[in-house]
């Protein structure tokens, strides 16, 4: 399959002009067009690309009821020579399988992962943003659509890709309590797929935290509260004596691609790292050394998310105040001008989108 195959059916009612593109948000506006493929007799069919709007499905497909339903999540981004590439989309796709497998659902194969991004930003060319530090955000869903009540691995699915043109991320500086009663995932469940149940799973918790003045929960593990899993829907990285520390990947923790990428500029940068377990115990003492210098939560939303306070069994630590010269500002600043085209992209990490 190529991406010239895939048919296109073009909305006649743009909604381009609508958007407000100094003043986009994150995931308010969804481009004209969608993918949808569908799964069959065991086999992927052909992808289309329709105008974005209502699907008709019966209210007993299984995902709504059993769950079987993961997502990715990447960027697309325009470089200052006016190309368009996707942000590691392979790695993105590795991961996916992954998620697949775990939910018992059909692989896809990279080939129709990556046409079916290319074409959908091909169709969609004008609604990749141009302002510098925005993107276009890709959002590839696959859900069970078989409509049947029994509890069973579904045997239809749909494979659908959102696009959406976000804007810079300015973030505050967050507020996250180590969550020490709710747990977002266990060792040997379903912590390191990007599956729905995981997100409304960890709702509950999250909302108790935000009654609380907190922006996000710092998960632990979930046997004994005692080591550091992720940040909300985000990993977690720290500054500690120097070197950036990030807990070491568990089944209960996403392997995420800016966790990756950004490990791999660090060592770049000449900065030591550390993959390991990291106690709340450690953090505490790192506050009162001041050998903790910064924490940050990292995903493709944000980059970077600064942590600014950390809760630890009801008192606040606070972190330094951020600046520029950050290891955490300055990490990001390299991951931004390689995608840019202002830094050699020297890991191939740019997926140039063919573009006719
Ligand atoms: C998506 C996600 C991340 C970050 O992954 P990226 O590939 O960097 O976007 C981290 N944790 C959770 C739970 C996630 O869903």
Redesign the pocket.
Known sequence: MTTATIEVKRTTHSRLKEVDFNNLGFGNHISDHMLIANYKKGEWHQPQIMPFGEILMTPAILSLHYGQSVFE??KAFKNNNGEISIFRPQL?HQ?LLKSLARMCMPAISEELFIESLCALIATDIDWVPATEGSALYLRPVIFATESKLGVKISDEYKFVVLSSPVGPYFAKPVRVKVEDTYV?AAEGST?FA?CAG??GGAFYPTQLAKEQGFDQVLWTDARDHKYID?SG???VMFVLDGKLVTPQLTSS??D????NSLLALAKDMGMPTEERKISVAELKEGFEKGTLTEAFG????AVVSTIAIINIAGKDYSLPADSNSSFQQRVKKKLHDIRMGNEPDTHNWNFNVPLK
């Open positions: 999540g990447m993105h991961r977002r912590g990007k995981n997100y992720e829907a985000m990993n923790i996403l995420g691609v800016t966790r990292v995903g493709t939303a």
